[in-house]
């Protein structure tokens, strides 16, 4: 169930928009043409979710809004497209001397965003990011660090990320193309890995709001209506015991590598 009301008077020009799912609404208010803020609020059944809604939608008629239709003009989903996405991405890597000071920097200009963009930037990160769950990635990780557990590579993709959209598309479309990158992490005496890339959203959240991780999965759930869930399955084509197929399968990798991976 959505409403979506409006209130005009001789200063204001306002929108409020309910949308309840189940036990849960989501509360969307603020100037006509802009995002607004976000409010979510979970009950024990959804009659009383229902109930609760019915409410405010009360209240808010009382106080002069009007219903309307047309979201278009009202407000804004996000704006934050992949463009920006990939933009503060490239922005980063200018801003201080490490990787921990360039999350920081990202951090930051997502916390000063508003809610619905700082979880765009989510959607857009773990769009791309499940992307590169392949196997010939993850062969490609196990080459360059001389072995590669889940969490390893999760981190490795996040890397993938962090070196901008061109190095990552080419890296999904052949793996040796990380070569030039490779060599620069390991003259830095630094691992391709970077977590923190992938909290970096809920943390902007939590500093900007002051609510915790769950509360930030609870709100990404309701505006996405999806689940951060685990990625798809995917078929090895190599074998981790076959050193010859991993030389085979990536030979430019393994002459740099294979004998002298970039090791913790």
């Known amino acids: 169930m959505e409403t979506l009301l409006i209130y005009k008077d001789g200063s204001s020009n306002k929108f409020w928009k309910i949308n309840q799912t189940g036990n849960s609404y989501v509360v969307t208010y603020g100037k006509v043409g802009t995002i607004g803020a976000v409010k979510t609020k979970t009950f024990d059944s959804e009659e009383k979710c229902r109930?609760?809604?019915?409410?405010?939608i009360r209240s808010k008629l009382k106080k002069g809004y009007v219903p309307t239709e047309s979201s278009d003009l009202v407000l804004k989903d996000s704006t934050m497209t992949e463009t920006l996405f990939w933009e503060l991405i490239d922005k980063c890597k200018e801003k201080g001397?490490?990787?921990?000071?360039?999350?920081?920097?990202?951090?930051y200009q997502l916390s000063k965003r508003p809610v619905k963009d700082i979880i765009m930037f989510d959607v857009i990160l773990n769009t791309y990011y499940t992307k590169s769950y392949t196997s010939d990635l993850w062969a490609?990780?196990?080459?360059?660090?001389?072995?590669?557990?889940?969490?390893?590579?999760?981190y490795f993709r996040a890397f993938l990320l962090y070196l901008g959209k061109e190095a990552y598309e080419a890296a999904i479309?052949?793996?040796?193309?990380l070569l030039p990158y490779l060599k620069v992490i390991e003259e830095q005496e630094e691992i391709p890995q970077l977590e923190e890339l992938l909290s970096v959203a809920c943390e902007a959240y939590e500093e900007?709001?002051?609510q915790d991780f769950e509360e930030y999965q609870d709100l990404y759930d309701k505006l996405t209506n999806e689940?951060?869930?685990?990625?798809?399955?995917?078929?090895?084509?190599?074998?981790?015991?076959?050193?010859?197929?991993?030389?085979?399968?990536?030979?430019?990798?393994w002459e740099a590598f294979g004998e002298t991976p970039i090791e913790y």
């Open 208 to 210: 900007k709001t002051g």
């Open 173 to 177: 479309k052949n793996p040796e193309s």
């Open 227 to 253: 689940n951060q869930s685990e990625p798809p399955e995917i078929e090895f084509d190599w074998d981790e015991d076959d050193e010859e197929g991993l030389r085979k399968k990536f030979p430019l990798l």
């Open 51 to 56: 109930k609760e809604a019915d409410k405010l």
């Open 97 to 107: 001397d490490d990787s921990d000071e360039q999350m920081e920097w990202l951090l």
């Open 140 to 154: 490609a990780a196990y080459i360059i660090m001389g072995g590669c557990s889940d969490d390893c590579f999760d």
